[in-house]
Structures are given as C-alpha cells and as structure tokens.
C-alpha cells in the first residue's frame, strides 16, 4: 500500500515537471499582462478581454457576456481553458503564444480547436 502511494506521488511528480517543460516555465505567471484588452472586428463589434487576478479571464462583445474561464500563462505563452458563456467552447483547451509589444498584446494561436475563441484572441489587442 506505501509503495503504491509513493509510486503515484512520483507519477504526480513527473507529470508536473513535464508540464513546466512543455511550457518553459522559467518564468511565473506573474509576468503575463494582466488588464482589460480591446479590438473592433471589421463589422464594428467591440471585443473586451479582461485578463484579472487568480488567472481569470472574461471576453465581452458589446457589452455582453461572451465567455469566462481560466488561464495558465508564462511570459511568452497562455493556455485557455472555457467555463461558461454562450461562446464557450465545452472543455477545449487553446495554446496561444503571447507577445507584448508596449501597451498592445498579440495572441497567436498554437494549438486551438475553438474557432470563436481563436477569432478573438488573435486580434491585435490593445490596453484600455
């Protein structure tokens, strides 16, 4: 039974490590530009990302609630993850590779099965 226990904590172990390999983690979360983000898409809607504490985010098109979830970030990546909204897209995950550039963020898309969340994030997205 102790050994059983001690194999599944190393597994849990390994398992943590390969993903902060896979993402590069050297860096923290902390780093990740947190705020609220705009973009006008070319019919005129406006988009507002909020990147908040405790890795939270919410996307609003006109005002109203589009999608909120969680995030997990590194200076250079993000990964999504959908809750609820009517543009959610069940538990699909997005990995987007981030870049600040001043006060605008681009977010290209790296791994991304959700079309509606894809045409949001890789807008050029700018601090409010």
Same mark, same amino acid.
């Given at each position: ?18 993903? +902060?390999? @896979? ?6 979360? &902390?780093?990740f530009? #947190?705020?609220?983000?705009? &973009?006008?898409? &070319? ?6 990302? +909020? ?7 919410? +996307?609003?098109?006109?005002?109203? $609630? ?8 590194? $200076?250079?990546r ?5 809750? #609820?909204? =009517? ?25 991304e =099965?959700? @079309?509606g969340?894809?045409? +949001?994030?890789q807008?050029?997205? @700018?601090?409010?």
């Amino acid at each position: 039974m102790i050994m059983t226990q001690r194999w599944n904590t190393l597994a849990h172990v390994i398992a943590f490590l390969a993903l +902060v390999s @896979a993402f590069g983690c050297t860096s923290s979360r &902390a780093e990740f530009p #947190k705020g609220t983000y705009s &973009a006008a898409s &070319a019919s005129e809607e406006q988009w507002e990302a +909020v990147f908040a504490d405790q890795s939270r985010f919410r +996307v609003t098109r006109n005002g109203k $609630a589009g999608v909120e979830g969680q995030y997990v970030s590194t $200076a250079k990546r993000i990964v999504f993850s959908n809750e #609820k909204g =009517p543009e959610a897209c069940g538990n699909e995950t997005g990995t987007y590779k981030s870049k600040r550039n001043g006060e605008t963020l681009t977010l290209k898309a790296v791994e991304e =099965p959700c @079309a509606g969340r894809r045409n +949001v994030m890789q807008r050029l997205i @700018a601090r409010k």
